[in-house]
């Protein structure tokens, strides 16, 4: 058996470094939504939320995202600060300005819905890893959870669940139960993804 490996030095980023992961994590963000909106499906958290506005109301989800998160910044720099407040703005314009921009780019001549979910969760689950490690993030449910945890008590992952809930029962009464069904694989793609990937106790950085 061999021994041990040393411990690593905390591993930081070039500012140059912090750019490319983020512009990386919001444009990979902002496919994986193009490739939900495009098969018709929604996701977890404010994302899956502006997805259901967006596919209710005709809007693009990039512009209903924007409008939806406006709210959270407040929340993001009361428990994270202006860096990480400014980070996650400068992301989440990003992302809006990639899904806008998709569409005249891309299409599908055809898609399935399960192939849309799988792919969709896995670029979103690699673009989530690439903003957490960058100290960036895309805003919404996760931060005002950290908030009621802090301040309530309320164990974060409850009320990140909590919302999920809700989001999946109001989209079960609206759109087709497939495709309620195909979008709660993605969620789950998502979430194995950061699960598996995000673990201070494997990975530097």
Not at 53 to 70: D, K
Request: charged share 10%; hydrophobic share 55%; glycine share 14%.
């Amino acid at each position: 058996m061999q021994p041990p490996a040393p411990d690593l030095p905390a591993a930081t980023h070039s500012a140059a470094e912090d750019v490319q992961g983020m512009v990386f994590g919001a444009a990979m963000a902002g496919f994986g939504a193009f490739l939900l909106g495009s098969a018709g499906l929604i996701t977890g958290q404010l994302a899956g939320l502006a997805l259901l506005v967006a596919q209710l109301t005709g809007h693009g989800f990039g512009p209903v995202y924007l409008v939806l998160s406006l709210p959270f910044y407040g929340f993001a720099y009361r428990r994270l600060g202006a860096g990480f407040t400014l980070r996650t703005l400068a992301c989440v314009l990003v992302m809006v300005g990639v899904s806008m921009a998709l569409p005249g780019l891309v299409g599908f001549d055809r898609l399935h819905p399960g192939a849309a979910a799988v792919l969709a969760g896995f670029t979103s689950g690699a673009a989530l890893l690439a903003l957490f490690r960058h100290r960036a993030s895309l805003g919404g449910i996760g931060i005002v959870a950290l908030d009621l945890q802090d301040r309530l008590g309320i164990r974060a992952g409850w009320v990140q669940m909590g919302f999920d809930a809700l989001l999946f029962a109001a989209a079960a009464a609206i759109l087709p139960w497939d495709r309620v069904l195909w979008s709660a694989l993605g969620a789950a793609v998502v979430n194995m993804v950061i699960a598996i990937n995000h673990r201070r106790d494997r990975y530097v950085v």
